[in-house]
Structure formats: structure tokens, C-alpha cells
């Protein structure tokens, strides 16, 4: 019964190992999980000598003021496509349906 | 990045993304124009680069980045219209989040929008018309052009911060260090995902990936067989 499902168990596969290599290099120290950004702008102070609070947007923009409301922008970000995914796949089983009645 | 990038290099990003915008506009115009079937599929690819590129997951170095999504949209409708599908996911997070800034939009487009789409539009030109399987196409065109988004972030970055010891190339070996090395992981389950997603699509709709010529229908009735065991006419 699996034959057909390979791709399926082969991605399941995949996450399984995502999420235990993430266990591993969780449970040593000195891993903080910081967006990869954050390190990149630790890089350029490096580099520069310049403290990463010395750089300022060049155009004022608009910061989420916790980091609650900046997960919820993310969540309605993801949300946002997953109903339209949703919204197709639902529009194109319905087609298929009415296609195959006919 | 907002603010990290100084503004000559902002400029010099901008203008090379904005011709890919203005062409982007035009064919996502003549495409819709010419048949409005198409827009579903349009709006699948769009929304998985608006999911995964919410997603910051954890990866071996011990930081988190998100994947980008684009490799779907780069296979059904090519380079152009991709880089217009980015601009808005990069427009949003820009305005509202924070994530990158107008100044550094330009730049975040040719990684994100621009730069890895097309490096994953040569290797599924590469791939197209081989006997390799088609989900495994999808799956190293999705997993190249996640990679490579983030090789051209560093490169972008070492371009405006040449280290004072060993200059561009150095500190291009700093940054890849802390970019495409943290994407390895995310971009093998990217890849996984999106084939996993494309195999739903040519379930789905097998005509519609053929009449945009992606692959022909003896290559999608060979993977449906495969997966379905079923000839496509009863699928």
C-alpha cells in the first residue's frame, strides 16, 4: 500500500530528521536560535568596528513593537496562503468532481 | 536589513531588480489576459512563497532562517513573473515586519526574487528533457534556488563590507558561512515539500502544467503512473 505514497514518507523522512537534528544541536550549549540576520548584522560590526546599534534605516520604517505582534504579522503572512492554497485545491477538486459526474 | 546596507549599493541593487518588475508586470498581464485558468495555479505558487517564507526554522548552526518557496513559481511561470510574486511577499515584510527595509528591498529582491529563481530555472532547463524523474527535478530546482537566494545575499553583503584582511572574498566566506550554511537543511525540506506540493498539482491538474509546457504529457503521465498507477485519463 505504500507504493504509491513514496514521495510522501520520503518527506516525512526528511522532517524527522530536520526535527532530530534540531534536538541535537539544541541540546548543546551556546546556540541561541537568533535569526540568521541578527548574526549577519554581528558580522558587518565586526567588520566595520562600528556597533550594530549604530546602524540606522536609511528609510523610517515601521517596527512591530514586541516580538508577540511581529509573530502574529508572520502567522497572518502563512495564514494568508494557506487559505489560498486551500481555497485552490478545494476550486480544483470540485472541477474534477463535476468533470468526472459529467 | 534595513539600514545595514549603505545607500550606493541600495541603488545599484534597485536598478537591477526594477526591469525584471516592469517585464514581470507585462507578461503576468498578457498571461491572465490570455487565460484566466492559469490564475489558480498562479495563486498556488504565490501563496508558498508566502508560507514558507514566514517560516524561520532552526537549522545546524545553531540559527534560524526561512526557506523561500520561489522554485515552484519559477518552473510554471518563469523568471519574470516570479520576481514579481516576490516583490510583494519582500514588500510585505518590509512594511509591516520589518524584515528588511524599502532601502534594502532592491537587494533582497536579486537574492530572493530575482537571483535564485533564475539559478533554478537553468538547472530545471537542465533537467527538463532528461529521463530523470520529475519530482526530483522539482525537488533540486526548489532546493538550488533557496541555496542559492542566500549565496547572493552573502555575495551582496561582502560586496558593500570587504573584509580589511583578504577583502571581498573573505568576508564573502564569513557571511556564507552564516547564510547558505544555516539554508543547507531548510533547502533539502523545501525541495522535499514542493515536490511533494507539485505531485498534488499534476493530480490535480496535469493539463494545466502541460499547456504551459513545464513537462510534456508523456512525462506527467510516466510520474502519475508511477505514483497513481493509473493512466491519466482515469485519474
Known amino acids: ?102 | 536589513m534595513e539600514g545595514f546596507l549603505p545607500w550606493q549599493w541600495c541603488l545599484v541593487w534597485w536598478l537591477i531588480a526594477l526591469p525584471f518588475i516592469i517585464v514581470g508586470v507585462i507578461e503576468l498581464r498578457s498571461l491572465l489576459r490570455k487565460d484566466r485558468e492559469y490564475l489558480p495555479l498562479l495563486g498556488v505558487s504565490g501563496a508558498f512563497i508566502f508560507i514558507l517564507s514566514a517560516l524561520k526554522l532552526p537549522s545546524v548552526t545553531g540559527s534560524c532562517s526561512h526557506p523561500t518557496g520561489t522554485g515552484l513559481s519559477v518552473m510554471c511561470f518563469k523568471p519574470y513573473i516570479t520576481a514579481v510574486i516576490g516583490f510583494i511577499v519582500l514588500l510585505f515584510q518590509a512594511l509591516l515586519l520589518a524584515h528588511g527595509g524599502l532601502s534594502t528591498l532592491g537587494a533582497n529582491m536579486d537574492s530572493m526574487a530575482i537571483g535564485g529563481p533564475i539559478v533554478g530555472y537553468g538547472v530545471y532547463k537542465l533537467l527538463k528533457n532528461t529521463s530523470i524523474n520529475i519530482y526530483v527535478t522539482v525537488f533540486c530546482v526548489a532546493a538550488v534556488a533557496d541555496i542559492v537566494t542566500y549565496i547572493i545575499t552573502s555575495f551582496e553583503l561582502a560586496l558593500a563590507y570587504p573584509a580589511a584582511v583578504g577583502g571581498v572574498m573573505a568576508s564573502f566566506t564569513a557571511f556564507f558561512a552564516i547564510f547558505a550554511i544555516t539554508q543547507i537543511p531548510l533547502s533539502i525540506i523545501e525541495g522535499l515539500v514542493l515536490a511533494l506540493v507539485f505531485k498534488y498539482i499534476i493530480q490535480l491538474k496535469p493539463d494545466l502544467i502541460e499547456k504551459l509546457g513545464v513537462f510534456s504529457k508523456k512525462q506527467i503521465e510516466s510520474a502519475l503512473g508511477a505514483t497513481t498507477g493509473v493512466p491519466l485519463e482515469k485519474v
Not at chain 1, 548574526?39 to 517596527?63: D, H
Open chain 1, 1 to 102: 500500500m505504500f507504493e504509491n505514497r513514496k514521495l510522501e514518507i520520503l518527506t516525512l523522512i526528511g522532517l524527522f530528521a530536520f526535527v532530530v537534528l534540531f534536538l541535537i544541536v539544541s541540546g548543546q550549549s551556546g546556540h541561541e536560535f537568533s535569526g540568521s540576520d541578527d548574526v549577519g548584522s554581528q558580522e558587518i560590526a565586526t567588520l566595520t568596528g562600528r556597533p550594530v546599534a549604530s546602524f540606522t534605516p536609511l528609510i523610517p520604517q515601521y517596527v512591530p513593537p514586541s516580538p508577540e505582534i511581529e509573530s502574529t504579522l508572520f502567522a497572518l503572512q502563512a495564514t494568508f496562503g494557506g487559505v489560498v492554497v486551500g481555497l485552490v485545491i478545494g476550486y480544483w477538486l470540485g472541477q474534477k468532481k463535476r468533470i468526472n459526474n459529467a
